[in-house]
Structure formats: C-alpha cells, structure tokens
Nanobody, 125 residues
Framework: DVQLQASGGGLVQAGGSLRLSCAAS????????IGWFRQAPGKERERVAC???????YVTDSVKGRFTISSENANNMMYLQMNNLKPEDTAVYYC???????????????????WGQGTLVTVSS
C-alpha cells in the first residue's frame, strides 16, 4: 500500500525557516510524481511544489526563490525547505503522490490519489 507521512510543521516567525519531511512507502519515486500541497483556512488546496517521475521540479510562483523541493529516492523521503516564511504561508501542508500524470506533475489536487495526513505551518508576523 502507498503511504505518506508528513512532518516538520510548527510555529515560526516571519522571515524564519522550516523543513518539512514526507516519509513514503509502497511505491518507487521514479514511477510517480510526488508533491507538496497546502490549504489555508477558507481557501482551496493548492500545489506548492512537485517532483515528476523523471526528477523535474515545479514550484508555484508565490514561493519561488523561498521554497525548495527535494527528494532522497534511496530512502523514499521528500523534503520542502521553506525559507523567508511569510504569514500568508500559514496553512496545513500535505504531501501527495500520483502515478497517472507522473510525467507532468498535475496542478489540481484531484489528480493525486494518495495523501499524507498534513502538518500545520503557522507563520506569525
């Protein structure tokens, strides 16, 4: 079974950094796209960053230059390094994986079949 477990969230002041981790099992990273999504209160879930099955990375414009996605395929781990955090980054962050659109890193959450439980990131001003 595909399983994902996100961790690393917390409370941080604006300008600070956090690193989120996603422990994955039950699939090979080079067969799937894996990504980070976030959902703020009252807002739709949005894709933050993604790694496609060939290792290409995608980062949404609002976090470019601040967030970096990476993976350790041998250990089935994915990370999101978040620097210069802003209050608007406050959200529950989820890791997710998809095989159907693995080459394209789909933007819409509905394309992702498997989800982790989410980890809360709160950025204070």
């Amino acid at each position: 079974d595909v399983q994902l477990q996100a961790s690393g969230g917390g409370l941080v002041q604006a300008g600070g950094s956090l690193r989120l981790s996603c422990a994955a099992s039950g699939f090979r990273f080079d067969d799937y796209a894996i990504g980070w999504f976030r959902q703020a209160p009252g807002k739709e879930r949005e894709r933050v960053a993604c790694i496609s099955d060939d290792g290409s990375t995608y980062v949404t414009d609002s976090v470019k230059g601040r967030f970096t996605i990476s993976s350790e395929n041998a250990n089935n781990m994915m990370y999101l390094q978040m620097n210069n955090l802003k209050p608007e980054d406050t959200a529950v962050y989820y890791c997710a994986t998809d095989r159907t659109y693995a080459a394209y890193c789909a933007v819409v959450p509905v394309a992702y079949k498997h989800w982790g439980q989410g980890t809360l990131v709160t950025v204070s001003s």
